[in-house]
């Protein structure tokens, strides 16, 4: 019996310990579950706290900062504190003020860099004077000196540096070239002051300084800017390049652009000695600076020869900013010395710089007659009706840069002057401007060209009844800050059949150029 109620005893004692044993697991597990849920919860919370997207993130160093404060003067601190990381983190998200359209750059702002050879000098320099003014700022490079006159309105005259430590291969062109692509760079180191624009272009290059500066006034003179346009021969674009400006139609360097130029040019040309001219080695170092050309349709190279009626009398609608090869073009009014023609021309950009070879077209119903205005140039007249589209591509009154009269030589769209003898356009060309009294209207007076018209079979009027064309219209010079548009032409009463009038001026609401 006693043995047998032991053994109950210590089976007893076992399940009993073994019981507890289980209870003691079943706790541990208990809290371990419990303590895992609670990190869990704990790591949950953190996470969004972290992941909200508040005006003032909560991080770390902030709790900790937090839960040491013991006094209020640290209250007061950190609040401040929070109040300055607030003000700074507002700042960061307010978007950014829109980019200034215009940046009203004056002539002050402007220095022109001019690439001129002493050989042709005593004629070139007087394509110089149509269009410098005393209160410019700018410097003829030269290859060696040359006379001087006190009296002459010219700009300061340089010596360009030594180059014959480049090399130069191209058989084709002149070692010139390297010192006319330094100009940008040596007019640079002279260290003018206030300067936001570099101009370079040929002594045979005219400017319309007013023109030049409308459009730099578009551009941001603090980025980088390198601008100009191609020429109008489709080959020499090939042959050099559809991104490079043509030096002698002219080019705009940006100030900072310009610095950067300086740095690098003469390691970039003496990597380019078979190039041709300065301007293929400026757009090669321009290529290096990873900056394309910024166009702008103004800038003409006038890779041309011949009689420049047609493209001056069909202007794109963008402000004349330059004229270049005027020596191997016609000069731009019949009868007269190139010299004195673009005299001529500058009288109508002294009253109207923005308006010049602007472009308008009207029709005269009761004759059946299409008109055509170049403002401060030429009118034409042609018998029958052509459509604008048509009267605003240029027609063929040049050759290409090769003396051929081959129209898929050029960059752009032309027409043939005329498909018929009776389409022969009349032309009257400016002669003289004269402002209103009242300093409001600009009244232009253009007179017939005389030279004899082809046979004519059809049975209409023909302009040759008119000797003078009065063109009236009001001086535009904000006209480039809107949005590009032809001016409209109407047509006014006349007493004399000899005499027509016309009024140019912006299109009225829902006006245009229609029969």
């Not at 040491?68 to 003067?73: P, Y």
């Not at 750059?105 to 050989?119: P, Q, R, W």
């Not at 410019?136 to 309105?153: A, F, H, I, Q």
Request: charged share 25%; glycine share 6%; aromatic share 10%.
């Amino acid at each position: 019996m006693g043995g047998s109620s032991n053994k109950f005893e210590d089976s007893d004692k076992k399940s009993s310990h073994t019981g507890t044993q289980m209870i003691g697991v079943r706790a541990t597990i208990t809290w371990v579950f419990l303590i895992m849920s609670m990190l869990y919860v704990l790591y949950s919370s953190n996470h969004l706290l972290h992941s909200q997207d508040c005006g003032t993130p909560v991080n770390v160093n902030h709790l900790q900062s937090v839960t040491n404060v013991t006094a209020s003067n640290d209250v007061s601190r950190l609040e401040e504190q929070g109040k300055q990381r607030v003000g700074q983190e507002a700042k960061e998200v307010v978007p950014s003020r829109p980019q200034q359209s215009r940046f009203d750059t004056e002539l002050k702002h402007v220095v022109f860099g001019i690439a001129a050879s002493s050989k042709l000098w005593e004629w070139r320099k007087e394509y110089i004077k149509v269009w410098w003014r005393k209160e410019m700022r700018g410097v003829v490079w030269l290859d060696k000196n040359v006379r001087t006159r006190r009296n002459e309105v010219l700009p300061e005259i340089r010596i360009s540096g030594d180059t014959r430590g480049f090399k130069y291969t191209n058989r084709q062109g002149d070692r010139s070239a390297l010192r006319i692509s330094r100009v940008v760079s040596e007019t640079l180191r002279l260290g003018l002051e206030d300067v936001r624009w570099f101009v370079m272009g040929d002594d045979d290059t005219v400017f319309v300084v007013d023109n030049v500066l409308r459009i730099l006034s578009k551009y941001d003179h603090t980025q980088f800017y390198y601008i100009g346009s191609s020429s109008e021969s489709h080959i020499q674009n090939i042959f050099f390049s559809y991104t490079m400006a043509f030096g002698g139609g002219g080019f705009a360097i940006s100030y900072p652009l310009a610095v950067q130029l300086e740095k690098m040019q003469d390691r970039c040309i003496q990597r380019y000695p078979a190039l041709y001219g300065s301007d293929d080695r400026i757009q090669a170092c321009m290529a290096e600076l990873g900056v394309p050309l910024t166009k702008e349709t103004g800038f003409h190279q006038y890779d041309v020869y011949g009689n420049l009626q047609g493209l001056l009398s069909a202007h794109p609608v963008a402000p004349l900013v330059s004229l270049h090869h005027l020596d191997v073009v016609d000069p731009v009014f019949p009868r007269m010395t190139r010299v004195r023609a673009l005299h001529h021309l500058f009288q109508s950009v002294e009253l109207d710089s923005a308006s010049i070879l602007q472009q308008s077209i009207c029709y005269d119903k009761d004759h059946y007659w299409s008109i055509s205005i170049s403002w401060g140039y030429v009118v034409q007249i042609v018998r029958g009706v052509i459509s604008p589209r048509e009267l605003e591509t240029p027609s063929r009154t040049f050759l290409n840069w090769h003396r051929r009269a081959d129209f898929t030589a050029y960059s752009f769209n032309t027409r043939p002057v005329y498909k018929d003898p009776c389409e022969k356009p009349f032309l009257f060309y400016l002669n003289t401007n004269r402002l209103h009294r009242d300093r409001q209207k600009v009244f232009g007076f253009y007179t017939r060209d005389k030279s004899p018209a082809p046979h004519c079979r059809w049975k209409m009027a023909s302009p040759d009844t008119i000797d003078t064309i009065i063109v009236l219209k009001r001086p535009d010079p904000v006209r480039w800050e809107k949005s590009p548009r032809r001016d409209c032409c109407r047509m006014l009463p006349s007493n004399k059949k000899s005499t027509m009038f016309l009024w140019v001026d912006n299109c009225r609401e829902g006006e245009i150029s229609e029969l």
